[in-house]
């Protein structure tokens, strides 16, 4: 009998052919999601948050400036508006700066709704035992009440800016996400709105997704590394099956 035909006999009376690698909790993919315009529907008023902050501290700056800067680490935030306006801050005064930003956003309202398919999606990798973790720039002093909203489960990881020692485009947020998760980094995929969120994927080695929730274009997103782009959480939902997601009640062909 020719070598081919054990192969595909033992397969059919099997289900797996010997020699075959068998899957395992550890191939499984896993999935680290940024916060803010990527599960909330918050960038803008982040935005609006710093703007006041900046007028504020008496520092004039466009608002698309500041919105090409959401998703990068608070500090890192100013020190790149800073450059564009040739102005210089002491740590003190860039603290106080950050400051300003968290009280002008919890000023801000209504209060910051999941996007759409946020809440769905996550419900779905839970009840098909994908596990997933939240990594987000944002301090947990200005992240609880987006995460309120989510309804996020007991046990699930949620870094924030004030547990790492740097922020994105950094990549230790999604590293310590997948080490929460006990995940392989190389087997994890990063969701984000941001070409930060990209370059932090990128850096870590993991996959990255983008969305366009956040307010870049697809273009960017992929230059940035995404190597899927989707329109939100509910989109890529709909599409779960081309990022490799089985719901486990599903068969496996």
Known sequence: ???????????TQGGTAK???????????????DLDGTLVDSVYQHVLAWSAALEKAGIQLSVWRIHRRIGMSGGLFVNAL??????????????????????????LGPPVRPLPGARELLTF???????????????????????????IPAGVPVVTRDQVEYAKPDPDLFLTAAARLNAPIETSVVV????????????AHALSIGLLSGGYGQDELERAGAYRVYSDPADL???????GVRNADLSSD
Request: aromatic share 6%; net charge positive; no cysteine.
């Open 1 to 11: 009998m020719a070598k081919s035909s054990r192969i595909s006999r033992q397969t």
């Open 19 to 33: 020699g075959a690698p068998k899957h395992s909790e550890q191939s499984r993919v896993a999935f680290l999601f």
């Open 82 to 107: 800073l450059r564009e306006t040739g102005l210089n801050l002491t740590r003190k005064e860039t603290a106080q700066l950050q400051q300003l930003h968290a009280e002008a956003y919890r000023k």
């Open 125 to 151: 990798l839970t009840r098909s035992r994908v596990p997933w973790a939240i990594a987000t720039s944002g301090r947990l002093a200005t992240a609880a009440p987006a995460l309120k909203t989510l309804g």
């Open 192 to 203: 984000g709105d941001s070409v930060w969120d990209m370059l932090a994927a990128r850096r």
């Open 237 to 243: 939902l709909h599409h779960i099956d081309e990022v």
